[in-house]
């Protein structure tokens, strides 16, 4: 079946600007992540969605980020006003629930802020 | 705070041995742990999952082990392949930290003829 997918596959944008990531996670998952790596950095968490669960937003930056997710579909990452900090790549996971099941990544969005 | 390191020098190894990966992890009470490999490019793929209560866990040629006395996992990739070259991530869950995984920042792994 169908995997984790995200769009764009690459993003170069200017400093100031904002965009837009998105995710379609496996359908049935209920459960959906956000993560941000650094080149040669570890995953970072950034944000999780559980059903119509208010989201655990712990790992947010900044207020310059922010998430949202339509019931348990796809889900869009949306960071304002860009900084030449926010170039990595952005990771979306889903899994069937929370708590102790596997995740299952999609192949991320190259984000380059110049 | 929280912290998880895993060895940040690439471990290379001949086909055929024993690949054996340290995870370790500082102030957490885990609920359970996770490994992940991860290829150039790609989102990482998931392996294995042992729980805090759990002391070993198989999947065909791979083995972890738990020790939260010693807060160490062991990764082992057992008769090792070329294709086996990739950077496996450790991610732990912890408990009151709710379902959010918290992850080191791999080590590479080289297998070589």
């Known amino acids: ?114 | 705070s929280q912290k998880i390191e895993q060895n940040s020098e690439a471990l290379n190894i001949q086909e055929g041995k024993t690949a054996t990966l340290t995870c370790n992890y500082t102030n957490y009470s885990p609920a359970y742990l996770q490994w992940y490999r991860q290829d150039p490019g790609r989102g990482p793929v998931f392996l294995l999952l042992i729980r805090e209560n759990e002391k070993e866990k198989r999947k065909e040629r791979l083995k972890v082990t738990f020790d939260t006395t010693l807060k160490q996992s062991l990764f082992h990739i057992t008769a090792s392949q070329p294709a086996d070259s990739a950077t496996y991530l450790c991610a732990l869950t912890f408990t009151g930290g709710g379902n959010k995984l918290t992850f080191g920042t791999g080590t590479q792994l080289k297998v070589e003829l």
Do not use: M
């Open chain 1, 1 to 114: 079946g169908a995997g984790v997918s995200q769009s764009p596959s690459n993003k170069v944008t200017e400093k100031g600007k904002d965009v837009e990531l998105r995710c379609d996670p496996i359908s049935g998952h209920t459960a959906l992540y956000w993560y941000r790596q650094r080149l040669g950095q570890g995953l970072e968490f950034l944000i999780y969605f559980q059903g119509n669960s208010a989201p655990d937003k712990s790992g947010l930056p900044s207020d310059r980020f922010s998430a949202e997710r339509t019931g348990e579909s796809v889900s869009t990452l949306t960071i304002q006003r860009t900084q030449q900090e926010d170039s990595a790549v952005y990771l979306c996971a889903s899994s069937p629930a929370g708590g102790a099941y596997e995740q299952y990544f999609g192949p991320g969005t190259r984000l380059t802020v110049t």
